[in-house]
């Protein structure tokens, strides 16, 4: 279980994290929808340990993202893939999917390169598995983006707005790689503008708002008019992202 307990984050005088509680079970897709500046990358960051918590705990599993000692092990379970590529350029395809297998997990090179092309090609990208970043789409950045993450078997997937950077097409094919994914049991924290994706994906959807954690429905409820819409807040932010 990932388990974030009443997290607080602040950046001089904002509060940009109040007190937020999570769990997310192995299996869960769990979607964090909320306004732009209402924290959800800053819980991103926190989970994976870039930011040290100003109050509260984070354990992935039983790991302390707090404690140095247990920071690399809670990182090996969640796996992160952000909103820009961050793909190393000198490096193909299938040499960035690896880095992380031989140097971390410190598999044998031909091993961690059999199994990173495996990943390319689940991810549709054998034809370019030896292409460099600045010779790949966008899109196929991010396919490898999510194809280094997956490289390092992770119990939990944390994605941080990963269509953001996307054309609506490439947006497409990233998106219904993770619905593949999600559908395969992949456990999932997915912060994300795309609230119809998350909508099918999706076990819960919570709601930041400010830094407050305001609701953590099944997706069900979050959509009905006596559940998440009933909040003012929701129902608002649901109207103006459906107007965008
Ligand atoms: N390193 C930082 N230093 C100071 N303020 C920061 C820092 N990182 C984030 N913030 C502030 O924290 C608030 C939350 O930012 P965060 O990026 O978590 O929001 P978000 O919900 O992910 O927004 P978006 O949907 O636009 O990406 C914002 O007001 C932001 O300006």
Redesign the pocket.
Known sequence: MLTVDKVRKV??A?T?LDGVDLRIRPGEVVSVL??????????IRCINGLERLDGGRITVDEFDVSKPRELAEARKRSGTVFQLFNLYPHMTAVENVMLAPVEVLKRPRREAEAQARAILASVGLSPRADAYPAQLSGGQRQRVGLARALAMEPRYLLLD?VTSALDPEMTAEVLAILGELARGGTTMLF?T?EIEFARRISDRIVF?DAGRLLVDLPTVEFFSPAGGLANPRIAQFLSKMHKD
């Open positions: 950046f001089g904002t940009v909320g306004s732009s500046g209402s924290g959800k990358s800053t819980l707005e912060v503008h930041l």
